[in-house]
């Protein structure tokens, strides 16, 4: 007999023994329980699994979010550590669990669905590649130029201490377009090194002071001895130019030819003060299903109306039965977008729909709307 449930807390041993013998995780990398906490407690997360008489054959993790942007706050559901075992694969079964959770998901009220893969499994369900950030190379050159300047010497550097923990959250909490991190959950995610470990790196948190005041902070992924990538920025917050001394600070520190970091297309302040490093431009992490447009275009509303008041407050959206949505403002044209329209009107700076020339200015305030790279602190 097959079945499709939650997962229960006595089960998550067995999905933890079974998700690090498939993913490989051996000494050198935390096990998944320790890496994606909240992703393997029934307590916290929503993880579905695929049971056969009893037996987990099919496990997706999913853990609530919210998404902060302007005055808006989105529900979503991050997708991630998805196994199948070897003996219950091509089968399909993968393909119904995934079907259910969509189904979940609009019960559990999320808008939208953010998934860690992009392989055939997702985009045969409809998830799409989306977004677009800048990943920039911090060169070793660049960081001894900025170590000789009167900027660089503004600010005081260092590892963060534990007792920086609620200083660090709070200046997390200023970003315009960022995931809510709580008092509770932003330290056990400095903490958990969930991407990191997957590349055998070591995580580490670096502050900036200024007038003995933290200003910024980036947590950075470092190499070790058995690492399987570059360094890089996993997270950052702050003021720009302490973020850009913290660069040159790590890649002196650690003796590090260049330090990786991304960007997203919205943070305009950063891009101009890291203009002199090398950057290419990148997706997003992962894929995007759109849950519920009309609910989300809900919980957009007070970065709408910010936006333009008038045309954000008349703003009716609904529901298509092929995943799109309908967009009405008096005075305009009703346009209908499918689902794949829809995600490129969000997320793409130069969106595949033609709206009606009508739409064009209120689109320009609203369009692509600035979302957090999902590959940070919360990937999952």
Known sequence: MTEIRLVKQEEMQAAIASSDRIFARDSDMSSMGE??????????????????????????GLVPALIRIGGSRVTVFSLGSVFTLPEARNRGLASQLLEE???????????????????PLYARSGCRKFGEAYRL???????????????????????SRHQDVLHLQRIAAKRYAAYEQSVWDFPLLL?????????KMKQ??????????????VVVA??????????????????????????????IDNNLDRLNIVVE????????????????????????????????FRQLRPYLEAKDPVAGKNLIVSNTPDGGATFTISGLP????????????????????????????????????????????NYV
């Not at 959770?101 to 392989?119: C, D, F, P």
């Not at 580490?204 to 002071?209: E, F, G, P, Q, S």
């Not at 209908?336 to 829809?342: C, F, P, T």
């Open 35 to 60: 890496a994606f906490p909240f992703l393997f407690s029934a307590t916290t997360s929503h993880s579905l699994g695929l049971f056969e008489d009893g037996s987990l054959l099919v496990f997706m």
């Open 101 to 119: 959770i969509k189904v979940y998901s609009r019960q559990a009220g999320v808008s939208i669905l953010l998934v860690s893969g992009e392989g």
């Open 137 to 159: 190379a911090w060169s070793r050159e660049l960081s001894l130029a900025s170590e000789a300047t009167d900027g660089y010497r503004t600010y005081q550097m260092n590892e």
């Open 191 to 199: 903490n958990t090194e969930a991407e990191v470990s997957n590349k």
């Open 204 to 217: 580490h948190v670096y502050v900036a002071r200024h007038e003995k005041k933290i200003v910024a902070f």
């Open 222 to 251: 470092l190499p070790t001895s058995v690492s399987k990538g570059e360094p890089y920025v996993v997270e950052w917050a702050g003021r720009s130019t302490a973020v850009a001394a913290l660069l040159s600070h790590v890649v």
């Open 265 to 296: 297309t919205h943070e305009r302040e950063m891009l101009a003060t890291l203009c002199s490093a090398k950057s290419e431009k990148i997706r997003n992490q992962g894929t995007v299903f759109l849950v519920d447009p009309e609910q989300l």
């Open 334 to 377: 009703i346009v209908a977008l499918s689902s794949d329209e829809l995600v490129s009107l969000l997320f793409d700076s130069q969106p595949e729909p033609d709206l009606p020339a009508e739409w064009n200015t209120v689109a320009a305030l609203w369009f692509p709307i600035p979302f957090p790279y999902t590959g940070g602190l």
